[in-house]
């Protein structure tokens, strides 16, 4: 679904990620992993149009999508997700997940106006999705709660519940275990699973958890010095001698 071909990003002196090639296979949960520098945000940042790289080539569904703005790739389908902003922390759960889905009718006043039949329509159908979107994370009883008094971890369910509003094809997932307690976690990594399974979600996930990822994840890919170093199940990566001196240095036989 993703292909990313010959990245190169430099940051100054400093090639952060360098002649990068790698696939996302569709309806895959893959992970991204390595060490503390080894150009996984980066790689992400570009995928998701937030920084251009210096080479190389990212194709989604074969089409080159290298360059595109975040909301081009959003109409496409692809999101990352973020914190939620600051201004959206002042604003309930469900008001959260009303404002994603692009182009309401009622944003346009004169059409408030001269259709309010339309525009009222439009809202019911945002707001059932929106709730929907909260019984499946199981944060219905918190709609009205003010987004910046979650837990690390129901913020976490409500940036995907964000993603959701647009019924995405791919998600970039950046760190999702951090911050999150274990009971969250386990509803966190269902949810992942079941829009997986169930809607055919792809998710790319960049993560540190390495429970998360042997449970949730397949292929994993390392990352080092802005590179691909390995790449298969966790069962072999673990097994991986050049994995084991990239997170330890030199492994002793
Ligand atoms: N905006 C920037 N300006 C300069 N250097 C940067 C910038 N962003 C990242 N870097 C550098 O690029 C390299 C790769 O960083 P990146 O954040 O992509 O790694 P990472 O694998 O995500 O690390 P971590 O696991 O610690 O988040 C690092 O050496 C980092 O210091």
Redesign the pocket.
Known sequence: MIKVEHLVKR??G?T?VDDCTLSVPAGSITAVI?P????????FSMIAGFLKPNGGRILMDGDDITGLSPPTLFHKGLVRTFQIPHELSRMTVLENLMLVPPAQVGEHVWLAWLQPGRVRAQEKEIRERAEEVLQFLDLYRLRYELAGRLSGGQKKLLELGRTMMIEPRVVLLDEPAAGVNRTLLGKLTEAIQRLNEEQGYTFVV?E?DMDMIAELCSPVIV?AQGRVLAEGSMAEIRRNRDVLEAYLGVVED
């Open positions: 940051f100054g400093l952060a390595g503390n520098g080894a150009g996984k945000t980066t790689l960049i540190h990352m």
